[in-house]
T-cell receptor, first 113, second 112 residues
Framework: DVKVTQSSRYLVKRTGEKVFLECVQD?????MFWYRQDPGLGLRLIYF???????EKGDIPEGYSVSREKKERFSLILESASTNQTSMYLC????????????FGSGTRLTVV | DQQVKQNSPSLSVQEGRISILNCDYT??????FLWYKKYPAEGPTFLISISSIKDKNEDGRFTVFLNKSAKHLSLHIVPSQPGDSAVYFC???????????FGTGTRLTIIP
């Protein structure tokens, strides 16, 4: 059963902490994405990656960075967590060129206090 | 600047009736449209899609309609079942574009 796995289901962090959210996929997908989901705003793209060591900014990259050292792993980094980054974070992956849509992980609910 | 809007944040429908979820977009370059369904504590899952060369696509109880001139699409679920209670997102894109732009979502509740 192919899947996208996010390392934590729930996280509570303090303001100013550096936070790492990890995502691993086992489908050999080229593309990986980080979204956040907030009520009334839907899913907004933070960063995405088309290949190892490649990254591109999405619609709301401020306050975030990413790392993709291996094809299967895409990490989202909050350099200095703030309360407005409290959200549900969703990782997704897709196969290039087929436009069949994404496979999502189950999400990480991050609370910054 | 919200390119994709689902104007009903929530919708309640009686079991067995038709559920209609709407989605409006502004980018005329979109030519492929997907719908995703999301249960609490799970990631969204792909439901159904439609290409701009069609105006209707059907898959079992789910039908998506596309009106390109109005930049509007809708998802019909009939008959609605309790397991359909979820948040639904439309996600337009272009063929060849790896990114999806998601709508704001509609929370559908099916009342038994």
């Amino acid at each position: 059963d192919v899947k996208v796995t996010q390392s934590s289901r729930y996280l509570v962090k303090r303001t100013g902490e550096k936070v790492f959210l990890e995502c691993v996929q086992d489908m050999d997908h080229e593309n990986m994405f980080w979204y956040r989901q907030d009520p009334g705003l839907g899913l907004r793209l933070i960063y995405f990656s088309y290949d190892v060591k490649m990254k591109e900014k999405g619609d709301i990259p401020e306050g975030y960075s990413v790392s993709r050292e291996k094809k299967e792993r895409f990490s989202l980094i909050l350099e200095s967590a703030s309360t407005n980054q409290t959200s549900m974070y969703l990782c997704a992956s897709s196969l290039s060129g087929l436009n069949y849509g994404y496979t999502f992980g189950s999400g990480t609910r991050l609370t910054v206090v | 600047d919200q390119q994709v809007k689902q104007n009903s944040p929530s919708l309640s429908v009686q079991e067995g009736r038709i559920s209609i979820l709407n989605c409006d977009y502004t980018n005329s370059m979109f030519d492929y449209f997907l719908w995703y369904k999301k249960y609490p504590a799970e990631g969204p899952t792909f439901l159904i899609s439609i290409s701009s060369i069609k105006d209707k696509n059907e898959d079992g109880r789910f039908t998506v309609f596309l009106n390109k001139s109005a930049k509007h699409l809708s998802l019909h679920i009939v008959p609605s079942q309790p397991g359909d209670s979820a948040v639904y997102f439309c996600a337009p894109t272009n063929f060849g574009n790896e990114k999806l732009t998601f709508g704001t979502g509609t929370r559908l509740t099916i009342i038994p």
